[in-house]
């Protein structure tokens, strides 16, 4: 037996996936865009900055690897970086897309905030991370990813409500590197698997700090 879909029933789930596009997809870029944008960068870098981002967030560069004996250099283990690391390895790394990039536009935005509304909400943005952070075998750590930017905008109208946005910015960045990533390697125990700072449970926390800090500060 053969069903018949009416044409009018797939004209409306056509324009459903549209509107799904438009929600999660479009939408949320150009929220990126203004929000760099309001950040201080040109449109064209800003564009760039998303791109390197999105694009970077599936980038891990290997830092070092766990042997029996301690923590080496990854390029010292391997020349061909991950691709000759054996999996049962515990492998530190840097994202590219959720630290490298974001600590870039830390620097630049550094200039433009004062040191001690900075520090003190930096402090507040790292304890708080670093509470809620926690670690998942095979995942590495995990982080609610819309605390660390509401955080970081309260901080910034708490220290600096004339120059919100560079400190929002910068200390929510931090507070998720340190907070949740660096204060919790030790606490990875042998877990084996790729644990990337800035990548996996924290880089969308990351990504929400830049769109929270300049739209709402």
């Not at 490298?100 to 790292?126: D, G």
Request: glycine share 8%; aromatic share 14%; charged share 5%.
């Amino acid at each position: 037996m053969i069903f018949l879909i009416p044409f009018s029933i797939l004209i409306f789930f056509f324009l459903f996936l549209i509107l799904l596009f438009l929600f999660f997809v479009v939408l949320p870029i150009q929220a990126v865009r203004v929000a760099l944008e309001k950040l201080g960068l040109s449109p064209s870098v800003a564009f760039f900055v998303l791109l390197a981002s999105l694009a970077g967030s599936f980038i891990n560069i290997p830092l070092a690897v766990k042997t029996p004996s301690g923590f080496i250099p990854a390029f010292s283990y391997s020349r061909d970086w991950m691709l000759s690391i054996p999996p049962d390895l515990q492998v530190i790394a840097i994202n590219f897309g959720g630290a490298i990039v974001p600590l870039c536009l830390c620097l630049y935005l550094m200039p433009k905030a004062k040191f001690l509304p900075l520090l003190f909400s930096t402090i507040i943005s790292v304890f708080v991370c670093y509470k809620l952070a926690t670690v998942v075998p095979g995942a590495g750590v995990t982080l609610p990813a819309i605390i660390p930017p509401i955080i970081a905008v309260f901080c910034a109208f708490l220290f600096s409500p004339g120059n919100k946005i560079p400190v929002a910015y910068i200390s929510g960045v931090i507070g998720v590197l340190i907070g949740a990533d660096l204060l919790n390697l030790g606490n990875l125990g042998n877990f084996h698997g790729v644990m990337s700072i800035g990548g996996a449970g924290v880089y969308d926390g990351i990504f929400l700090v830049g769109i929270f800090s300049a739209l709402l500060a």
